[in-house]
């Protein structure tokens, strides 16, 4: 899909009008396969159901009757929705996943801020230095002596600990709840359920917000598939005449085949 650029009519998006496929070509791959060089070098195909151009660079590679009679690309999309592409899941998910990512991460550094607070010392004489005991790659701020008082004694001070209400914790698990929810999941997708025992039935209703994804994509694939094959069945049709050879026999399509089987 990144190379493909479909040109459709919203009468059948199954019989596309045109089709380019455009893509970086290697220096050497350029070089040994077409005799093209240079850098940066775009390859173009682009076919009608009329005509098959490629061109390399600016050589032309091809240019040619299309013989199939129509545009050999498919495209099956999770469902056909507002255009030809239909939706896509990361647009509904990308913006959730990262704020969920975000907040994981303040999670972890406030955990881990806590686990390493600042320490101050005061009244840290060189006498009892040897006294106070920090941890091996701990540093600590001195805060220096008491005016008056040098004597007083050494004492070590933490820094408040962060305090994280848990009201700001569980808003990761109203996120994830949500970001199941946009994505057709449910928790007994990941094998999550309450404990209980459920009969299949109940959990088959609760696999329901992906299931039903899935039969909707299994829809398209099904249409989609169909194409395919019917194509590949008009392509031996017109590059096959004489039949195909199966273990020594040769086997003639007949020319109204199309008409005579379904697929499914």
């Known amino acids: 899909p990144d190379h493909f650029i479909p040109v459709w009519g919203m009468d059948d998006m199954w019989n596309l ?51 199939f009679g129509f545009v050999p690309f498919v495209y099956i999309p999770k469902s056909r929705e507002g255009d030809f592409f239909g939706p896509s899941i990361v647009d509904d998910i990308e913006a959730l996943v990262k704020e969920f990512n975000s907040r994981m991460a303040n999670i972890g550094d406030t955990i881990r801020r806590n686990s390493q607070l600042n320490r101050f010392v005061t009244n840290l004489h060189d006498k009892t230095v040897k006294r106070v005991v920090f941890d091996r790659n701990q540093y600590f701020y001195d805060l220096g002596v008491q005016p008056n008082y040098s004597d007083a004694k050494t004492e070590v001070t933490t820094e408040p600990p962060v305090n994280m209400p848990d009201s700001l914790v569980s808003w990761t698990q109203s996120l994830w709840t949500q970001l199941l929810r946009d994505s057709s999941l449910a928790p007994i997708v990941f094998g999550e359920d309450e404990g209980s025992q459920r009969s299949a039935l109940t959990l088959a209703f609760r696999m329901w ?27 031996i049709l017109i590059k096959m005449p004489r039949g195909i050879d199966f273990g020594g026999e040769r086997v003639v399509l007949p020319p109204d085949i199309l008409r005579r089987v379904t697929f499914t």
């Open 17 to 67: 009008l045109e089709a380019y496929v455009v893509y970086y070509v290697e220096e050497t791959e350029a070089k040994n396969l077409y005799g093209v060089e240079g850098t940066r070098i775009l390859y173009v195909e682009h076919w009608t159901p009329k005509k098959v151009t490629i061109r390399v660079g600016n050589k032309q590679i091809m240019d040619a009757p299309n013989p």
């Open 209 to 235: 917000p992906l299931t039903s994804q899935v039969d909707i994509q299994r829809a398209y694939w099904d249409e989609g598939l169909t194409v395919i094959s019917k194509m590949i069945i008009r392509m």
